[in-house]
């Protein structure tokens, strides 16, 4: 056609740049390249993460060495030889998560692929989830109780290994339920005779009713305290079953059952086996709570304490950013102080997260936490109860590391609301303040939330401030539990970013650990996108009530 | 509210800024219940409302008409005072309602813009259901009993020719009618809280001919119980609705008469030459 047309083709050629088309390529590019960056992103995460709890199956390598080792593959690599003359081939070598470390020492191994002599599956080999020094590989030899050979034999031990594992695993939960909840609950009680105690001292008070009062009620507890430790005891006796391990390497280890967590033959199971421990996997990552450093086990308590941190903030942002916004933009005299305070407020969005915290620290922690000690909790102290870091102190502080971003978006909300809208009302008879109440807030409620998804996504990342204003490595105890008040806003807590970090760079085995920072991160960024998810969609239905529905 | 309406103009009672010239005396039997004398008006240094004297009769349609920017918009919006919510507005001479002078001390602009309602050039229902716009300014009131709501949201639907429209969907979102019916409803909101005085800002500008056509004649039926001021750019319908007409020019008021005095035998030049279109 452009041949058949001469003048027009050239007409099109000279008028490229203003007929737009480089810039709707411009724009597309930039889509591209943010879509990517963001897929490219997932796509490490979710590679990394996702295989970490479908159960690997388990090689033995025969090494010209003599050695034997088994494990599941953890990568392969080239063997880095800068000498080399050209056209060498290359040489490479795998790692083998060959476990055991009490006995071997070492979790992870490194194989040079030319020593190996000889690669199998055996179908028999065991796959243990320990309770401590991780994984172990290899095969149960016998099985003892109380002095007395059950099983023996690797085949034999394995049917009586599933025959007492369920029962040792009741054993254990129900122990840490005793220990938990109800030796828990004595000391809860403890603590506060401790303190009651500490108090009458201070008061002066050495004899009288109060002092017998407290006296009487310590030893009953005391009492019931050496009850049920005798109990537990009893609970704990109920399996004394000790497995005979032996290793690839020909060692042999001793391991009490109730060590037990988890046992398979992974090079036995079919696809749907598979997949059914991948589920219970993935379930006890959610549900459980850390063992190991954090190094294994679950991520409960972490999630807990971030959706319970983004709640507390939200509840505080909302109505603080909300309120500025209306002054600023409904009451105050528009001129140069309250165009100064908006770059303020914009600019405080600017100021490095770390800061915050410093702030939180000096002033939430140790000005207002430390005020409420002294007049409320003065017997606990030295122990500070508000003065140190705490679920509340640290939802407060990213409150005000995110209120700049609900004050934006609600500013520009107001400032969108028509004119004329606002006229009706006052027209009327509304006043000022009814006419805010009725129609304009109910029209800039969108707005809000679009803030409060910004704000809560920004405050279910941050971890710098919460390392100094109440984040921990393993809190001991919930912020929510069953003691009254219920609500432990003082508590420490832990958090799905901090986790991450503490992970994969303060773990004392990080080649272990180091799946975990992918699934804690996909946890993570799963979190984030069900809290604003969740605001999406009430934002969607308040949008629907306030347009027309298209008619 | 008709006692109220009834009641005479006291001219002794008020407080009168500059009057000189008397009174204009009505020019039929109907009692005035708007009156302006030497009404002034600025936005900040400058004036757009010079010396405006006229009368409105009760229940009755007045027109004004006028070029853009000729000040009749801000003349009724003067009425209910909504001018007080844009910065730097200042007023001179009189302008009672009722014999009381609106811009007087002891106002309650709450209150005057609950007697005098206002209709909007762009219909502006807010985003919630029929029902609770047309009840909106009861609420504000304090009514809570739902059935008096609902009796009111029926009278006022009627009265603005809405009713057999919208009576099976009252708890739809306003926003899903059609322009002319929000109109309209923007018209039962102004009057459910029965104002004496309706004052609507160029009521049909945005609005197809049918739906200007329901208005206009929306207006006619109303003016039996209210009094009614609109600003209109379109001449013929200041000839169809009102029985009085003003003609404003630049800020001032050049011509108030009956409708057809003004349109037929105009005593100004100037009226003559708007109205026959040779310019504006």
């Known amino acids: 056609m452009s041949s058949a047309t001469p003048p027009l083709a050239s007409a099109r050629k000279a008028g490229l740049f203003r007929s737009g088309e480089p810039f709707i390529w411009i724009t597309g590019s930039g889509l591209a390249a943010a879509v990517l960056m963001v897929a490219g992103l997932l796509w490490l995460i979710l590679a990394n993460g996702l295989g970490f709890f479908w159960p690997a199956e388990v090689s033995q390598y025969a090494l010209s060495d003599g050695r034997t080792v088994a494990g599941p593959l953890a990568a392969r690599e080239r063997v880095p030889d800068p000498g080399a003359t050209a056209g060498t081939p290359p040489r490479w070598r795998i790692k083998v998560k060959q476990g055991n470390r009490d006995v071997t020492g070492e979790d992870f191994v490194w194989i040079d692929e030319s020593a190996i002599r000889s690669t199998t599956k055996p179908a028999d080999v065991i796959a243990f989830e320990r309770r401590e020094w991780g994984a172990f590989y290899g095969w149960v030899k016998e099985v003892r109780d109380g002095g007395n050979v059950v099983a023996s034999g690797r085949d034999a031990s394995w049917k009586a290994l599933g025959a007492l594992l369920p029962k040792a695993l009741d054993v254990y939960e129900e122990a840490l339920t005793l220990e938990k909840d109800r030796i828990g609950a004595v000391n809860f009680e403890k603590d506060k005779l401790r303190l009651a105690r500490k108090k009458l001292e201070r008061k002066g008070v050495s004899s009288g009713p109060d002092v017998e009062a407290l006296a009487a009620k310590e030893s009953k507890l005391q009492a019931e305290y050496d009850r049920l430790l005798t109990e537990l005891q009893a609970v704990r006796s109920r399996v004394t079953a000790v497995l005979v391990l032996e290793t690839a390497g020909g060692q042999e280890k001793e391991l009490p059952l109730v060590q037990v967590v988890r046992a398979d033959r992974p090079n036995e199971m079919g696809w749907f086996t598979k997949a059914g421990r991948y589920a219970a996997n993935v379930w006890a990552f959610v549900s459980e709570d850390p063992r190991e450093s954090n190094t294994e086990g679950g ?150 939330l679009t803030g409060l998804i910004l704000a809560m996504a920004r405050a279910a990342g941050e971890v710098a401030p919460l390392m100094i204003t109440g984040v921990v490595k393993l809190a001991p105890a919930l912020p929510i539990d069953g003691f009254a008040p219920f609500m432990h806003l003082d508590r420490k807590f832990m958090h799905l970013g901090f986790h991450i970090y503490d992970v994969g760079f303060q773990s004392p085995n990080v080649d272990a650990a180091r799946p975990m920072v992918f699934t804690t991160t996909i946890l993570l960024i799963v979190l984030v996108v069900a809290l604003n998810l969740t605001a999406i969609v009430i934002r969607g239905r308040l949008r629907k009530k306030l347009r027309s529905s298209g008619i | 509210m008709d006692a109220q309406i009834m009641t005479a103009p ?267 279109g040779r310019f504006g």
Not at chain 2, 202 to 210: G, N, T, V, W
Request: charged share 20%; with cysteine.
């Open chain 2, 10 to 276: 006291t001219p002794a009672l008020a407080i009168e800024t500059r009057v000189s010239a008397p009174a204009d005396a009505p020019a039929s039997g109907a009692p005035a219940l708007i009156e302006l004398k030497r009404f002034n008006f600025w936005y900040g240094e400058k004036q757009a409302l010079f010396d405006i004297d006229l009368t409105v009769k009760e229940r009755s349609v007045t027109a004004f008409i006028g070029p853009s920017g000729c000040g009749k918009s801000t003349l009724l919006r003067c009425l209910n005072r909504m001018n007080d919510l844009i910065d730097g507005v200042r007023v001179e001479g009189s302008l009672r309602v009722n014999g009381e002078d609106l811009y007087g001390p002891d106002i309650d602009v709450v209150d005057v813009r609950k007697r005098l309602g206002m209709v909007f050039q762009k219909s502006n229902p807010f985003p919630k259901s029929i029902f609770e716009n047309v009840v909106y300014g009861l609420r504000i009131q304090g009514e809570r009993n739902r059935t008096r709501l609902r009796d009111a949201c029926e009278v006022a639907l009627k009265g603005a020719a809405l009713w057999d429209e919208v009576k099976d969907r009252l708890d739809d979102s306003a926003l899903s009618l059609s322009g002319g019916q929000m109109q309209r409803l923007c018209i039962a909101r102004a009057l459910a809280v029965e104002p004496e005085v309706v004052l609507m800002d160029e009521p049909c500008s945005a609005l197809d001919p049918i739906a200007t056509a329901k208005i206009e004649e929306l207006i006619f039926s109303l003016k039996d119980r209210f009094t009614i001021v609109i600003v209109t750019h379109n001449m013929q319908q200041a000839a169809r609705v009102s029985e009085e007409t003003g003609f404003f020019m630049l800020g001032k008021l050049v011509e108030f008469d009956k409708t057809d005095v003004i349109f037929t035998r105009p005593k100004q030049k100037m009226t003559e030459d708007y109205i026959t």
């Open chain 1, 299 to 448: 991520v409960f308590p972490a999630i807990f304490g971030t959706v319970l941190m983004v709640l507390i903030m939200s509840i505080v942002v909302t109505p603080l950013g909300v309120l500025t916004a209306f002054y600023l933009r409904e009451y105050a005299k528009q001129g140069p102080v309250v165009s100064a305070v908006r770059i303020a407020v914009n600019n405080l969005a600017g100021v490095p997260s770390i800061v915050y915290g410093v702030f939180g620290l000096g002033f939430f922690i140790y000005f207002l936490g430390g005020s409420i000690d002294r007049l409320f909790f003065s017997e606990a102290l030295p122990t500070p109860t508000w003065g140190t870091g705490g679920i509340l102190w640290a939802s407060l502080t990213l409150s005000l590391l995110t209120v700049p971003v609900v004050i934006v978006s609600a500013e520009e909300g107001l400032a969108a609301i028509p004119r004329g809208m606002r006229e009706a009302s006052l027209a009327l008879g509304a006043t000022k303040f009814e006419t805010m109440w009725r129609v304009v807030l109910p029209a800039v409620m969108p707005s809000i």
